[in-house]
Structures are given as structure tokens and as C-alpha cells.
């Protein structure tokens, strides 16, 4: 099993919708999640970053962590064309520090 | 905050030729960087860990001869691509670490992209 795994997707959601976007990683002893958004031909931008279980909401954005279930997701509301990209899940886990990113899932907002 | 830059943005060389990437923390000091590299349509695949004033530490199957990583200061990494062949064609982006509050985070710079003819 892979240590942080996304659904490739394409994921396809209209305009003004919400996207939800998941993540599932393998380890139980990690520290920190985050999201990045990396459009085509470009790096990776964080968005989200959020350490204990709950929601963060920054904006239209929200992310939900739950350790014990072992996933964090994203949350889009009101999706716009512009947040068509690929997104990166991250998880540190606390062995060796390391940040391990999933192969990200690929969201397209019609409009 | 929390800014990295790369530099240079694209490069295009001959076969044989050797390539040197830059990558800059601006506004925070990291002791800690990590060189990526992505193909078309390909998830990041991590090539090294640059540590401030020792070694890298490289991947399984990247070959530290052929890829030179220095991390000389606490704000600068360097990528050395020796003997550049056209199968190194990639998109290099590096990360920088940023320790804030006990907690880390990677920034990205914006990439460099190289072009091996």
C-alpha cells in the first residue's frame, strides 16, 4: 500500500459546485497534512495545511482531517473553471520528518 | 512570506554539457531543501534532500555523481546536472522547509525547466 494515495481521477464537477477531493494515508503516527494546487506546467502552490482533526475552512477552501479513520480532504465550494488543476495531498509523518506526497487528483470545473 | 525563486526559469543545452539550477529561500532561512523532478503528466518523484552544511541524501536509483546537489548557505541550493543527456529533459522544481512554530511546510519554487538537446 502506498504510503499517501489519491484517486487520480479525472474528477469533473460543474461551476458553482462543490468539489470534494480525498486522501488516505498509511501511517498513524504523521503530523501534518497539506493540500498544494499545481496547475499544468507549473510547481506546486500550498493551499491548505491543517494538524489536528476537524475542519479548517480559508475561504472556499476547507479541509478535514481524521487521524483515526487515516484521511484528510478538500473541500471546493462554489468551484470555478480557475480551480481546474491537479491536487497534491502531503502528509509528514513523524518518522525521519519526511513529507510524502500523493500522485494527485486531477479536478476540472466546467463551466 | 515564505517565498523561493529558482533560477534559471528554462535552460536549453547540448548533449555532454553540464547545468547548474539555483534555488533561494527570500524571506526564510531553510536548513532543510528538496529537489524534484516532474515529467509530462507525471507526479513529483523526489531526487535528493539538500541539508544545510553536510551531504545530500539521494533517493533510491538517482545517481549522486550525475546530479550535484550544495547547500551552501542557509538560504541557497544548488542542482548540478553533469553530463546532461536528452533523457534528463524534465522539469526540475525545488522545495525549500520552513520551521515555524514546531511545525514544517515546503514551499515550492516555481521550477526550472531543461531541455537537453
Known amino acids: 500500500q502506498k504510503e499517501v494515495e489519491q484517486n487520480s481521477g479525472p474528477l469533473s464537477v460543474p461551476e458553482g459546485a462543490i468539489a ?42 476547507t479541509a478535514q482531517l481524521n487521524k483515526a479513520s487515516q484521511y484528510v480532504s478538500l473541500l471546493i465550494r462554489d468551484s470555478q473553471p480557475s480551480d481546474s488543476a491537479t491536487y497534491l495531498c502531503a502528509v509528514t509523518f513523524n518518522w525521519g520528518f519526511k513529507t510524502i506526497f500523493g500522485a494527485g487528483t486531477r479536478l476540472f470545473v466546467k463551466a | 512570506g515564505a517565498v523561493v ?88 522544481i525545488c522545495s525549500a522547509n520552513r520551521r515555524r512554530e514546531g511545525t514544517d511546510t515546503q514551499y515550492f519554487g516555481p521550477g526550472t525547466r531543461l531541455t537537453v538537446l
Open chain 1, 20 to 61: 470534494s477531493l480525498n486522501c488516505t494515508y498509511s501511517d498513524r503516527v504523521s503530523q501534518s497534512f497539506f493540500w498544494y494546487r499545481q496547475y499544468s506546467g507549473k510547481s506546486p502552490e500550498l493551499i491548505m495545511s491543517i494538524y489536528s482533526n476537524g475542519d479548517k475552512e480559508d475561504g472556499r477552501f
Open chain 2, 5 to 92: 525563486s529558482q533560477h534559471p526559469s528554462w535552460v536549453i543545452c547540448k548533449s555532454g554539457t553540464s547545468v547548474k539550477i539555483e534555488c533561494r529561500s527570500l524571506d526564510f532561512q531553510a536548513t532543510t531543501m528538496f529537489w524534484y523532478r516532474q515529467f509530462p503528466k507525471q507526479s513529483l518523484m523526489l531526487m535528493a534532500t539538500s541539508n544545510e552544511g553536510s551531504k545530500a541524501t539521494y533517493e533510491q536509483g538517482v545517481e549522486k555523481d550525475k546530479f550535484l546537489i550544495n547547500h551552501a548557505s542557509l538560504t541557497l541550493s544548488t542542482l548540478t546536472v553533469t553530463s546532461a543527456h536528452p533523457e534528463d529533459s524534465s522539469f526540475y
